[in-house]
T-cell receptor, first 113, second 112 residues
Framework: NAGVTQTPKFQVLKTGQSMTLQCAQD?????MYWYRQDPGMGLRLIYY???????DKGEVPNGYNVSRLNKREFSLRLESAAPSQTSVYFC????????????FGNGTRLTVT | GNSVTQMEGPVTLSEEAFLTINCTYT??????LFWYVQYPGEGLQLLLK?????DKGSNKGFEATYRKETTSFHLEKGSVQVSDSAVYFC???????????FGQGTRLTINP
């Protein structure tokens, strides 16, 4: 059972570079989410997609963009990386937005130098 | 706004010790409450949940009781094992809201 798959697992960027984090789920879930995890701050929601074709800002959207490519895939793009974006990024999905049983990927550790 | 506060870690215990990780919340109305666990190198997994006051969630020997009077949802386990070493997150979702609110996480290490 693949569940939620994120790529890459690790990435190092220089300030100003761009990259896209990929996420795919095979559970036919409607809702998908991007979180970042920083020491002492728990998980903070960056963007979410309640259903295919919709996206909404979360708690910390600045510096990020997202695309819900289809029902399975939800990508996160950093157009011009900054050191403050050094973090561990998690993608998650759930059957419905109000269903809080989230299924998480294993994370992408991003370092911006 | 809604928020969750957990006891600061890290917490280090010996195997078979009793565990309590404190969690208190601030929310209007009657949120649902959750504990998620993150094992090393993995994403978060739901450990247990409670959806109304006085409900007790339980799983894998862990328990937490939804206490409305003290706005708390403390996680307990009677006898911990080395395999319980992980980061534990308390979280809430308010009815009608769309997103979970997480606490900052508590790192637990169990020594043999």
């Amino acid at each position: 059972n693949a569940g939620v798959t994120q790529t890459p697992k690790f990435q190092v960027l220089k300030t100003g570079q761009s990259m896209t984090l990929q996420c795919a789920q095979d559970m036919n879930h409607n809702s998908m989410y991007w979180y970042r995890q920083d020491p002492g701050m728990g998980l903070r929601l960056i963007y979410y997609s309640a259903s295919e074709g919709t996206t909404d800002k979360g708690e910390v959207p600045n510096g990020y963009n997202v695309s819900r490519l289809n029902k399975r895939e939800f990508s996160l793009r950093l157009e011009s990386a900054a050191p403050s974006q050094t973090s561990v990024y998690f993608c998650a999905s759930s059957e419905y937005t109000q269903d809080s049983l989230l299924h998480f990927g294993n994370g992408t550790r991003l370092t911006v130098t | 706004g809604n928020s969750v506060t957990q006891m600061e870690g890290p917490v280090t215990l010996s195997e078979e010790a009793f565990l309590t990780i404190n969690c208190t919340y601030t929310a209007t109305g009657y949120p649902s409450l959750f504990w998620y666990v993150q094992y090393p190198g993995e994403g978060l997994q739901l450990l247990l949940k409670a959806t109304k006051a006085d409900d007790k969630g339980s799983n894998k020997g862990f328990e937490a009781t939804y206490r409305k009077e003290t706005t708390s949802f403390h996680l307990e386990k009677g006898s911990v094992q080395v395999s319980d070493s992980a980061v534990y997150f308390c979280a809430l979702v308010k009815r009608g809201a769309q997103k979970l609110v997480f606490g900052q996480g508590t790192r637990l290490t169990i020594n043999p």
